[in-house]
Nanobody
Framework: QVQLVESGGGLVQAGGALRLSCAASGRTFSSYAMAWFRQAPGKERAFVAAISISTSTNYADSVKGRFTISRDNAKNTVYLQMNSLKPEDTAVYYC????????????????WGQGTQVTVSS
């Protein structure tokens, strides 16, 4: 069982930056691929970024060049650095985990956090 707790959301102006954190419980964090998804009001939960156990990364086209996902296995934490934020980035951001291999398919993730709100004002 893995428990995930996100933090770092908030209100920021367009062009600003935020760093989200996701702290995981358990002693086998390094064996989990981690991902970030987001859900805007009235929309489906969408893939943002993922990182595998080998630290290979994958990004949605909408965030490439602006967002960076990273992990610190010693701290059982995955991060999402978000730069050059846009109003369309406004959403609840969720952290997710699955064993070994990352994928953009949200159906394949086994564990989810409770989400953190990110609001970008224009």
């Amino acid at each position: 069982q893995v428990q995930l707790v996100e933090s770092g959301g908030g209100l920021v102006q367009a062009g600003g930056a935020l760093r989200l954190s996701c702290a995981a419980s358990g002693r086998t964090f390094s064996s989990y691929a981690m991902a970030w998804f987001r859900q805007a009001p009235g929309k489906e939960r969408a893939f943002v970024a993922a990182i595998s156990i080998s630290t290979s990364t994958n990004y949605a086209d909408s965030v490439k060049g602006r967002f960076t996902i990273s992990r610190d296995n010693a701290k059982n934490t995955v991060y999402l650095q978000m730069n050059s934020l846009k109003p369309e980035d406004t959403a609840v951001y969720y952290c997710a985990a699955r064993r070994f291999f990352q994928t953009p398919d949200r159906q394949l993730y086994d564990y989810w956090g409770q989400g953190t709100q990110v609001t970008v004002s224009s």
